[in-house]
């Protein structure tokens, strides 16, 4: 059974970082392609960043030079490294994995929270 268990949500204030881990267990890490969503309140969920089994990367633009998502495939964690925080990265990041075929898991979720 996969699962993944993101930790590292919290509070911090604008300008501030956070680093945010999703371990993930089951045999499916190596061909798992990753991704960090985020909802806002009354917001629908959105793909803040992506990395796929081999590497490549992708960040929504209103990320891109703020925050790094990198993968350890000895610890089967992904991460996101959350730079220069602004109020509206205020969320509930949530860690995706899809891997073949057409098989995909969330995790549950953490709070991230931007404010002053």
């Known amino acids: 059974q996969v699962q993944l268990v993101e930790s590292g949500g919290g509070l911090v204030q604008p300008g501030g970082s956070l680093r945010l881990s999703c371990v993930v267990s089951?045999?499916?890490?190596?061909?798992?392609?990753m991704g960090w969503y985020r909802q806002a309140p009354g917001k629908q969920r959105e793909l803040v960043a992506g990395?796929?089994?081999?590497?490549?990367?992708n960040y929504a633009d209103s990320v891109k030079g703020r925050f790094t998502i990198s993968r350890d495939s000895a610890k089967n964690t992904v991460y996101l490294q959350m730079n220069s925080l602004k109020r509206e990265d205020t969320g509930v990041y949530y860690c995706?994995?899809?891997?073949?075929?057409?098989?995909?898991?969330w995790g549950q979720g953490t709070q991230v929270t931007v404010s002053s």
């Open positions: 089951g045999n499916i890490f190596s061909s798992a392609s």
């Open positions: 995706n994995a899809r891997w073949p075929w057409d098989s995909y898991a």
């Open positions: 990395i796929s089994r081999d590497g490549i990367t």
